[in-house]
């Protein structure tokens, strides 16, 4: 997230200094320079670099999330907090019997939980309002909406 903001800002100044100084070069100087087209040249290419690059999904690093959840079933009692898998960023864990495993996701405000459920027996029972969308193998991504 702090590269993102970084990039954006790279961005923004970049774009700035160019239509400032392309301004000034066409409306004072009234003539045509090498300089102008370097700026949104690069402005290009970053954004395909950053189009054409692929997101990591949440099946890629379920490896890691089937390990954790793994260890936790393995030791009742047990919980995991502040996570960081990849680029998910784990608030905390939630063991439900007799094999469900949930990763709430750090980015859950207000009244809606999100996050992901290892349940290898089939569709996770949840909790509130809750429902889940099965990813593949033994991996949902639920939400849970909690009313008064």
């Known amino acids: 997230m702090l590269v993102s903001a970084a990039a954006l ?7 700035l200094v160019w239509a400032i100084r392309t301004l000034y070069v066409v ?4 003539r045509r320079s090498w300089w102008i087209l370097p700026a ?17 999904s ?4 379920s490896g890691e999330f089937e390990t954790i959840a793994l260890d936790l079933l393995k030791n009742p ?10 680029p998910f ?7 439900a019997p007799p094999d469900e495993v949930y990763f709430i996701d750090n980015d859950s405000m207000f009244t809606t939980t999100r996050g992901w459920a290892y349940s290898p ?5 949840g909790f509130g309002d809750f429902s889940a969308t099965h990813l593949g193998g033994p991996w949902y991504a639920f ?3 909690w009313r008064d």
């Open 58 to 61: 949440f099946l890629d690093k």
């Open 121 to 125: 027996t089939g569709t996770p029972s």
């Open 89 to 95: 960023d784990i608030r905390r864990t939630r063991v």
């Open 143 to 145: 939400t849970v909406v």
């Open 77 to 86: 009692g047990r919980v995991a907090e502040q996570l960081e898998i990849g």
């Open 27 to 30: 409306g004072q100087d009234r």
């Open 40 to 56: 949104p040249l690069v402005v290009t290419a970053a954004v395909a670099v950053v189009m054409l690059v692929p997101q990591v």
């Open 9 to 15: 800002v790279i961005l923004v100044v970049v774009g």
